[in-house]
């Protein structure tokens, strides 16, 4: 049966914009339904006394052209809407410990360099771990889709990155400032797989770019792309339920009670919201096991500010002030009323004023004890009391921040703060999980799932499924569609790119094509 719409996705983030994009540009009638107000998922920005924030994407890796991100944004058209701005590659991120600061430069074998100045002593471990990393990366189907992968990774890729430096026999010190950027994709070294260390560092020492959000939004630009080859996106539109019959998904129920009918749902939250907007019995028990023994990566507190430019210590690159030697401290769960956050992340948005005031971000890991303290509070009625944690909270992190840089006490203001249950309502991510679903160490297989589900013509996508970050869940989206549209001829496309002008000529001829045929 002809319905209105070829594939109807569930959630507007980068991965339910990508599937859209991918099959849109097949020629297929696609509509994104979005529960929030505006699309964009993660991507969205806000905006607060006239500045502007982002939420989830504070930087974006491997983007310089010919690199493996580029070819997914080139092919979706994406970059055609984008300012990006590179970060300092001499040090596009800096680890502040106790007394000593370690710049991370962007390429591998500066980094190699940079690491062996600083630790002197351990330079076949270092060349040993970026030959490893290399040998990984190279392994990974998808990743870059300019490269095919070779055969095998060799090694254990999925055991836990602790255990993988103890056999390299890297010093303290050293695993300390190899594991500091853990926290930002929300997993202790101790659970870590190799491979995703491998896949976040990699990528962001191949290049690390900035969006300019206050002139060209990323969400924004997705939405664009989408316009462009005739998807739609709806907001304000949460899905109740899907619709199947005979084991079969025909289409979706809003909140609002309306049905919308499609050959093929796929949705893009947290797998768990997939359950609940279905007939469990649709699912194996076995599947629901799994999904329920899995644990969510922590959600963050968020701290908005502005910071005048003459002072702020990340214009052109992110900063984690650790408040000890101890890089998973961050995952400790503090004694109750100890608000001080372990590990503080620093980022903010590109400036091109030489004047004025930056846009910064402060965000610190919330247990899952403090975020439902915290939940607890915001439902108890009384706004005061919540209001009063939160900047007992926002206090703690400054003071961290300030121990690093005093001038900020006098340079920098709060604007705003957010906690994992504003994450929660804006995404719908249970305890408002940052990266979702933990993907961990000897239970690697437990923890990624298959884009089909048992139900016929439903599909899964999103950073649950495969990967996080926004190359992770993009890419959870570019496997699905090679399920649909067949991986050769995908990929020889995304490989192949196309200019702007090209690819709006293909895309009439495509939607003309799909109008005659739907008539
Ligand atoms: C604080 C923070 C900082 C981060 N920083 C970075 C970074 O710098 N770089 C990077 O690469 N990654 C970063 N990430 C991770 C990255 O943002 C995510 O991995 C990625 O954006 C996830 O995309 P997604 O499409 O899977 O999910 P989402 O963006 O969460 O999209 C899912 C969408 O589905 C919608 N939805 C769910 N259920 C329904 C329903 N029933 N009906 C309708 N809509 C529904 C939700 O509202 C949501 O909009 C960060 C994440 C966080 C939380």
Not at 163 to 179: C, E, I, P
């Amino acid at each position: 049966m002809k319905h209105r719409y070829d594939t109807i996705i569930i959630g507007s983030g980068v991965s339910g914009m990508t599937a859209g994009i991918l099959l849109a540009r097949e020629g297929e009638k696609v509509l994104v339904l979005e529960q929030h107000t505006v699309p964009g998922g993660l991507m969205q920005t806000f905006q607060r006394r006239g500045a502007v924030f982002p939420t989830g994407v504070h930087r974006l890796g491997s983007l310089k052209k010919g690199q493996a991100l580029w070819h997914y944004f080139n092919y979706l058209g994406v970059l055609d809407h984008l300012n990006l701005v590179e970060m300092d590659r001499n040090g596009f991120e800096t680890f502040h410990f106790p007394g000593a600061s370690f710049r991370i430069p962007a390429g591998h074998d500066c980094y190699g360099e940079r690491l062996k100045g600083y630790f002197p002593g351990e330079a076949k471990a270092i060349d040993q771990y970026l030959s490893d990393m290399a040998r990984v990366i190279g392994s990974l189907d998808f990743y870059h889709p300019g490269l095919p992968p070779a055969k095998t990774a060799g090694g254990n890729s999925t055991g836990s990155l602790d255990d993988y430096l103890k056999t390299l026999g890297v010093s303290a010190r050293l695993k300390q400032v190899l594991t500091a950027n853990n926290p930002f994709y929300g997993i202790p070294s101790n659970t870590c797989p190799v491979l995703t260390h491998f896949i976040v560092s990699d990528a962001y020492l191949n290049s690390a770019f900035r969006v300019d959000e206050t002139t060209t939004p990323l969400a924004g630009a997705f939405s664009k792309s989408l316009a462009a080859c005739e998807g739609e996106v709806h907001s304000n539109a949460k899905v109740n339920a899907v619709i199947t019959d005979k084991g079969q998904a025909r289409g979706v129920v809003l909140d609002n009670n309306k049905r919308l009918f499609s050959n093929r749902v796929i949705f893009t939250g947290h797998p768990a919201g997939l359950l609940e907007l279905c007939d469990p019995k649709l699912f194996r028990p076995a599947f629901q096991k799994r999904l329920a023994g899995c644990e969510n990566t922590r959600g963050f507190f968020g701290v908005a500010m502005t910071w005048k430019r003459r002072s702020c210590p990340v214009i052109d690159n992110d900063a984690f002030v650790y408040d000890s030697w101890d890089s998973n401290l961050a995952y400790h769960t503090p004694p109750p009323e100890d608000h001080r956050p372990g590990t503080v992340f620093l980022s903010a948005l590109p400036c091109t004023e030489t004047s004025g005031t930056v846009s910064v971000t402060a965000l610190a890991g919330i247990s899952p004890g403090e975020h439902q303290r915290m939940k607890a509070l915001r439902n108890s009625g009384e706004p005061g009391r919540y209001q009063a944690e939160k900047q007992k909270l926002a206090r703690a992190v400054m003071t961290l921040l300030s121990k690093q840089w005093p001038a900020m006490e006098r340079d920098a203001e709060i604007i705003d703060t957010y906690t994992p249950g504003t994450f929660e309502r804006y995404t719908l991510t249970p305890d408002g999980s940052a990266y979702g679903i933990q993907k961990k160490a000897g239970q690697f297989m437990q923890t990624m799932f298959h884009p089909a589900t048992r139900v016929k013509n439903l599909f899964m996508a999103g950073q649950s499924i495969s990967f996080n970050g926004i190359h992770g869940a993009l890419v959870s989206s570019v496997t699905l569609c090679s399920h649909i549209v067949g991986k050769e001829r995908l990929m020889e496309k995304i490989i192949k790119g196309e200019s702007g002008q090209k690819r709006a000529r293909k895309q009439g001829v495509i939607n003309e094509k799909r109008d005659r045929t739907r008539k």
